[in-house]
């Protein structure tokens, strides 16, 4: 019986399915493409829910490279450790992992060869956190409990002021009658421990003062602590004196470990406010950690949702930690992780692994990452023609003077890749005397010498604890990137020889 209602069910959808088909058939020719525009709105908006969703269970960098992991195996990824040798198939689609913050997923033909270059998609994962410091106790105030922290980038500005701040990111935990040490991730969501207050103004000019970060930008975690007598087991643990006992206690309860098991932490407070859409008609999307968590779950999405891969393809998608501090770390994009599969790569399908140089003579790179929205509030500050607005598409990131990878040639490629893929793109430029951000991209371009395009989703309030992005930008970016994937050799060779 239960069968035989299943297939009702499926019939009747059938019929509404057709039924609406009708309806829209006999629409007047402008009702017809006011449907199809909202259809393509709202299919465009659902990649900005799920990010939603992503980022608010992904809070830290180690929990963002962790979820892909575990995506990218469910997807029948193959994860390959960089301690071991590598030994391929014929074809196949793998990853790695390094530091438990930076990433690399690719998929590679079954004919491929160096001289069919490798395509890329670069980008970043880390994003502005204030960090727990290796000693982070801090001797009480009346009674309040302090923690001791560092701005990681450009965090513990002003905007991180009165903001409910979770607690999340790896412990290394020494396993209970063990000499072994293993990570554990631990997150602290929807529970905010800290906070940062300021100053009321009925206090006069000491409210309006810079903040002396070491002293006024300071957590409160706490008050009383009355729980802060130690046994002596705690007293003998590790990180006993180091931090606060309460904060231990407390890590240790996430971690599901004894405080005396823990070795090591490396931990953010961020801030713990779920994201959502907003606007009258769902413009934007308000969340924290755009930067940039926004092109990573673009680029991982359109990798993801990609086909198996055509006999000569090698396709690539990198999460690079520590772009916001200078990229100089072995996580980092300096720290050679994409000519190092490659390299592997090679050797493992018995080529010389001196010929990286033809592969990548023979590659284009996407370095993803997030460019300005155009703020109404300050046009005066952005160059004419290179305004980027929510909802039309990633900004092309422009500079003469080698803060982002593009050129003209890229510039081309960016516009036969767009029109492939059907998604709109738009120019960024500063004006003559502003200060250029910079990307991995020129990174990436100098140390392989592959031809390197910089893009990505603009947002507003860049660095905020918060920022805003067009809703509708995120789907068009999936859209861009899976192109990409699909037809960017044959982008390519239109322009051999450039």
């Known amino acids: 019986m239960s069968e035989l209602k299943e297939q009702v069910m499926a019939t009747q959808e059938a019929l509404r399915a057709i039924q609406a088909s009708l309806a829209q058939l006999q629409m007047a020719p402008g009702a017809r493409d006011a449907v199809g525009a909202a259809e393509e709105e709202d299919g465009l908006e659902k990649w900005a829910r799920r990010f939603l ?32 040798e590598w030994e391929l198939p014929a074809e196949g689609r793998f990853y790695t992992v390094r530091n438990g913050t930076s990433l690399a997923a690719f998929v590679v033909g079954r004919d491929w060869k160096a001289t069919d270059g490798v395509g890329v ?43 409910d701040l979770g607690l999340g ?14 990570g554990r991730l631990i997150d602290s969501t929807p529970h905010p421990v800290a906070r940062i207050s300021t100053l009321a103004p009925h ?48 890590v240790a309860r996430l971690a599901d470990v004894e405080v005396a098991q823990l070795v090591q932490m490396d ?31 673009a680029a991982m999405e359109a990798l993801l949702a990609a086909p198996a891969p055509a006999p000569a393809a090698f396709d690539a998608v990198l999460f690079f930690d520590n772009e916001e501090i200078g990229s100089r770390t072995r ?17 493992a399908r018995g080529a010389d692994p001196a010929a990286l140089p033809t592969v990548f003579a023979n590659s284009l790179v996407l370095s993803a990452d997030v460019s300005h929205l155009l703020n109404p509030m300050f046009g005066d500050q952005y160059l004419d023609g290179h305004k980027p607005v929510p909802n039309a ?25 767009a029109a492939a893929a059907d998604a709109p793109i738009q120019y960024f430029h500063v004006r003559n005397g502003a200060r250029s951000g910079g990307t991995i991209g020129p990174i990436l371009s100098s140390a392989t010498g592959a ?10 309030s860049m660095h905020s604890i918060r920022a805003a992005a067009g809703s509708r930008d995120l789907g068009h970016a999936i859209r861009f990137f899976a192109g990409f994937l699909a037809d960017w050799r044959a982008v390519y060779d239109r322009f051999r020889g450039l």
């Open 53 to 84: 969703d992503f980022t608010y269970q992904n809070p830290t960098t180690y929990h963002v490279v962790a979820h892909y992991a575990e995506r990218l195996e469910a997807a029948g990824f193959k994860r390959l450790e960089e301690r071991d």
């Open 121 to 163: 998609i670069a980008t970043h994962c880390d994003s502005l956190a204030a960090k727990v410091r290796p000693v982070s106790v801090r001797a009480p105030v009346d009674g309040y409990e302090l923690l001791g922290v560092a701005p990681y980038a450009g965090a513990l500005s002003p905007v991180w002021l009165d903001r």
């Open 169 to 182: 990111g790896r412990v290394l935990v020494r396993e209970a009658g063990s000499d072994r040490v293993r």
């Open 203 to 250: 206090f006069g000019a000491a409210a309006t003062q810079p903040l002396d970060l070491e002293k006024q930008m300071v957590p409160v975690i706490g008050y009383g602590g009355a729980d802060a007598e130690p046994t002596d087991a705690e007293r003998a643990a590790p990180l006993f004196g180091k931090h606060p006992l309460p904060l231990l206690r407390y």
């Open 267 to 297: 931990l953010d407070l961020f801030d713990v406010q779920r994201g959502t859409l907003g606007g009258l008609r769902n413009d934007f999307l308000f969340a924290p950690r755009l930067d940039d968590r926004l092109c990573s779950f």
């Open 331 to 347: 996580q980092g994009a300096c720290g050679g992780l994409l000519g190092a599969v490659t390299a592997r790569v090679l050797r």
């Open 393 to 417: 598409g990633m900004a092309l990131a422009l500079d003469p003077n080698g803060h982002m990878a593009t050129d003209s040639v890229g510039t081309a490629f960016a516009h036969d890749l």
């Open 451 to 460: 031809r390197t395009i910089d893009l990505g989703i603009p947002q507003l």
